[in-house]
């Protein structure tokens, strides 16, 4: 049995508590928060849950085995670093920290307390995005010739972190766990329109081996919603399109092929195939119940999380690279 | 009555050739291809039409008063400046020249021959394009925020020219009668997949004034056609989707504001509006048959085109900035 | 405050205990159910709610003022006669009952004891049907033409009622809400596939007053969801989309008429208008909120539920007589 | 080479002459309109062909071995009747005559003059119809339960006959062609809403053998355009939107299957299957070209065509049928 605390009782706060509630050999023993309201809702929900405005009356609680934070970014790391100092495991919200420097030292942190650092990106345990790696992983596609991804609506503000930090990151987990990759390069553009507000337009091209190039638009005030990726290969294409209810995925059995011509180099020849479309039944399992289940078996039997604190850092390091590249008008800036 | 001869009887040319044979005051008298079965074609269709495999006896028929270009970019403005030096009028395809020099040479040469020198941007004459450009013009979409246009589909590979230049081409044009400004600095990637091709993948950002940004995404090897413009402004926002065969246009009465919080500045309150969504009924007329008359009246008329060598002129030299852009992986460039 | 027990918690059972444990004058004092295990789940959820499995229990408990019941159809007239036997009002499940006959019984018994009869017709409380409602009302379609309505889907099978009494019920509601009149006529087709089970697909016509026609498509075993429902005016259209996300309501400005050529009534000239599509912004407020709030208002002030026994009787009405013609492969019924 | 002559040249004629014109093997001698118009139309297209205002100059011409007829259906029996008494081939629009009397006596001319009796059921020929009818044909649906049509818009209205002998004619063919069956019996409703016009809006049900129904809605007075049928199999489903521009059959391995449960009979248990989606691709030929290759090639050779007069006739008699049962306000009437 795992026990978890869970601190930050927001927007996402809830959807972790409840899943955990319902995870087999978890509980959830403590959640803390700063606003007296949040408490009482978690009180009158679970009544056996204790609460605490002081996270670190949580983290030091001796019947906590596993922090999960779900707070503010800015937070992340402290949070984060506390708690592999009090011997906790620790699932951390997405981005795992807010710079780069910080998420290096947290994977030192993670190393030398010898616990596990897990990064809540959900939509890594999503049946969808679990059936594109497997199909690009066994080749299906080809070669990989372009990811493109465009994640926008007329949503909520997020005043802490810009729209990179708080949609792009979805994404470029997604892109990390398909591709299996970290681009070389890259050049963002956007620009903010409310005064004092951070950035609410944005886009960023990433550079990868082969001439892959992976495109995202990230946007806070469109008037429909979009969440569609296309995957574009020479011998299949998909486009995930997460609005879709029931076929979230297609898999175009269409390519481009380039043949030489019967006078050499000087006359190459392209051609489009054009041919079926599939789409592949997905099961409906809720992704944090998949992603909960997961988080307490590599606590508990010392596994590798998926979504493990390298991964969490190869994301930030995009992220940062993307606002200095955005702060400059689209200069390339290089990932080490 | 206004005499026109058409160069190049390929794809677009028997579209030009149908209608300016049905446009009131023109006649098509003379048509000139290199290939011999094209010209056979045109005779079986319109057995009056002179043809010729030679441009330059198109060119100097006196009897010729208007020479359309339908050929492939590198040859418009060796053919127009000949045109113009004819004492002819002239209609070319887009892009209008294959760089910024030859533009502003043939803009000279025009002005030089006093004769009408007009780029063939046909979207500008399609009633959803007017429609928009009438809406922005009145104020009804507020302060503009961005611009978001993605043209992709499986589609013909281009030899000549890359992406931007046959299909980027379009949209900047749309976006500069639109908006009525040209962008003062541009960032573009995009990559070529196969060997010995141009571009065929490729992302242009356009920084405007007052914080407006104009995003432009195109792709020819795309499993899926979308052709879709996203217009945002802080009181209404536009959808453009080419494709829909009834509702081209889509507003949306939704928008953002900033008011100032009790607190002053360190206290913005970002609201979103949500409202209604309104279709404008829109012509079916077709695009080029509005052109062609147009063209017709200038001509006649001594009018200036809608689409005129200017507007040609500030398409190709944001093309030209994107080319050297892409080519730096995203690097701003100014445009003069 | 209005105490009220809740008789079934098996598929909508706890929708309404949720809804009225939420609504304001109302509390929910105890819940029946055959099964123990569907108790144990209400208990789990709220502990201070009586549980039994006798519904006697329920509707004898001196501190239940109000009994709802979502049991199946077989069950409600019985059920529903001895609540107001034992004096407390009744809101109960569509269809209100299982014939004509029982529901103009259970009418008489509720009049005889004084007491609310509420349906819980749902949609009517949906914010896009009373939209409808109230443009149809106001004259803004003009003349209807027709009403078309089509509710398929691959779904639960009902063992206890066929397709008709399962699906085609909301429909008929709705259009009873709409239109505000009782067919005269119906015609129905439909057939069961499962030996021993009921129908499963079936179709009925009902002729309303001026060549009003309006039409119902219910499936249990199609591959695709559909709930879409279009309604023809002279002067406007409406097509009404439940599974829309935002957009539910299109009205579209076009119609027919029809104008005397200049040769007489022999020379009618039938012409098409073609105009605007407007999507109306819509509410989002839960139907069953809406719903629970109007039953405790009507209980406490005495006022007539927008779904009372009258409407809820004239949907059983259609119901019977379209069981009739399915039998008689679409033989017209009249409907008294 | 079969020497054709075209009667009528409005709304389809000019699509049959431009695609007999092309077709190898056959050549257009003459066309024949009672309009002058026309017919100076017809010359300035194709100056060789030979017209005619009187169709009998055109029948009884000599150079002519095939009539094809394509004007008002109530003078379609005579004309071909003419044609055959002259010694010629007939292709005939649909539906084949206005009466079963009429069709009867037209296949029994057609026979004596041993010429052939070909019926223009355009969608026949589609290779989404073709596809459709091998898939049901190898049983990949599994045993057919239902077979749903809908064909409704803003259309054109015919002043000669009802809504469905205008549009559910196409539904009625397609049925024929892919089930290969005769319904035994149909019930069928509708209204005509314009004072002296024919119905405008109507429904069939068509029983066929083994409970499988088929249904057809077709309106000439929507504010949408619909094309969609649905085919449930218990083993497979297609759904099939000819609007669709590229994946216009999309197959859905769906079903539902009865298990007799433990307890025999009296315990069935219906479940449902869930699976993949899977869209053929399909020709993009057009059908009209393939169909009067067809009718040169059974005129030719003698062969027997897809869409002969025995199947011109199973669709007349249903429509005669649906006329009565219309007429019955949905009394179901036998087909002999």
New interface residues.
Partial sequence: MVNVGVIGYGYWGPNLVRNFAETKDAKVVCVSDRKEDRLTLVQSRFPYIKVTQDPMELINDPLVDAVIISTPVSTHYDLASKAFKAGKHVLVEKPMTGSVEEGEKLLEESARAKKTLMVDHTFIYTPAVIKIKEMVGKGDLGRL??Y?SVR?N?GL?QHDVNVLWDLAVHDLSIMDFILGEQPA?V???????????PQD?A?I?C?LQN?L?A?F?V?W?????VRRT?I?G?RQ???YDDLE?S?KIKV???G?S?NEGPEG?YQ?L?S?R????????LATTEALKTEAAHFIDCVTNGKTPQTNGEMGLRVVKILEAADT?MA?????VHIL
Same sequence: chains 1, 2, 3, 4.
């Fill in positions: 010739l372009y493109d926008v007329l503000f390069e050049s963002a553009t956007g620009v903010a329109h409310l005064n004092g507000q337009v886009y091209t550079y001439n190039i495109h638009h946007n005030m469109a008037p429909v919603k296309l574009g020479d294409m998909i486009v209810p076929e175009y059995d269409k481009v380039l180099v190459m392209v489009y054009s041919g079926d479309m599939w789409a592949p039944h590249s400059n008008r689209g200069q390339p």
